[in-house]
């Protein structure tokens, strides 16, 4: 199972960001895939799911903001950010499900990926 994380960067508040999932060594289409950060002293934090089936997941401090879909044909999971603030920055990383539910856990992780929000 491999998990690459990309599409992070440097960007202004208020500005927008698309990250990246390319996910290989298994069947995407039978998973969970999930977004987690972690910012610079503080716990990681699940905030993004999609399902197979295309349930979704976020935490409410994105609702509005951060959009997650997958590309089952590329092998891809997206999240596109939008409206980013100083506080979204954070490693990114992508993490494939046990499960095919969103509130299953995870048992892959991938390397992250910076975004950084400028004020």
């Known amino acids: 199972v491999q998990l690459q994380a990309s599409g992070g960067g440097l960007v202004q508040s208020g500005g927008s960001l698309r990250l990246s999932c390319a996910a290989s060594?298994?069947?995407?289409?039978?998973?969970?895939i999930g977004w987690f950060r972690q910012a610079p002293g503080k716990e990681r934090e699940l905030i993004a799911a999609?399902?197979?089936?295309?349930?979704?997941y976020r935490v409410k401090s994105v609702w509005g903001r951060f959009s997650i879909s997958r590309d089952n044909t590329k092998s891809i999971v997206y999240l596109q950010m939008n409206s980013l603030k100083p506080e979204d920055t954070a490693v990114y990383y992508c993490?494939?499900?046990?499960?095919?539910?969103?509130?299953?856990?995870?048992?892959?992780w991938g390397k992250g990926t910076l975004v950084t929000v400028s004020s």
């Open positions: 060594g298994f069947t995407l289409d039978q998973f969970t």
């Open positions: 999609i399902s197979p089936s295309g349930e979704i």
């Open positions: 993490t494939k499900g046990q499960s095919n539910t969103v509130y299953g856990g995870m048992d892959h």
